[in-house]
């Protein structure tokens, strides 16, 4: 079973847009990098364009190519595939966690998350985000909100059994 993202840090973001990828986000990269090597470091993929988020977010190279799969298996040439496509690696690079555990975000990935000084990083499971702390304490309120109008409130894991039910 692959390593996830949980947690959440806030680092520093300096003058080059290096930041610090956690520690234990670090080993489920290396878990998730077919070529990554003991005395090497981790490869990831950044997508920066999903609609909607404004925020970045990180896959293992082993994550993103099952994502990957699913999409070769949508029918050539159809308007979703292409969508999909283009979200998933056009807007998206591979970036290397250096040897001091950062990886650089160029100044229109950081303008992309609104990124000042500070970035808070956010584990979701197969994925992790990078999020300026403001926004995504904001977009957290909204997912409160969101959870307090549900049937099951007092339950949010309830949530994922109707998903599995298909309702």
């Known amino acids: 079973m692959a390593r996830r993202f949980r947690g959440e840090w806030v680092h520093k973001v300096d003058t080059k847009g290096r930041v610090s990828i956690p520690a234990p986000f670090r080993r489920a990269l290396e878990a998730g990098d077919p070529d990554w090597q003991p005395d090497g470091q ?35 040439f ?51 985000q990078i999020w300026d702390p403001a926004t995504f304490a904001a977009d957290q309120a909204e997912i409160d909100t969101w959870l307090s109008h549900q049937a099951e409130a007092e339950d949010p894991f309830a949530l994922r059994d109707r998903a599995r039910q298909g309702g």
Request: glycine share 8%; with cysteine; net charge neutral.
């Open 78 to 128: 159809s308007r979703e595939r292409e969508a999909l496509e283009r979200l998933l690696n056009t807007q998206s690079l591979q970036l290397q966690v250096d040897e001091n555990g950062r990886i650089v975000l160029s100044a229109r990935l950081r303008e992309k998350a609104r990124l000042g000084k500070d970035a808070l990083i956010a584990g979701m499971g197969e994925r992790f």
């Open 42 to 76: 981790p490869n990831l993929i950044l997508i920066y364009g999903r609609p909607g988020k404004t925020c970045l977010e990180g896959y293992s190279v082993q994550s993103m190519e099952e994502l990957d799969d699913q999409i070769a298996a949508m029918p050539r």
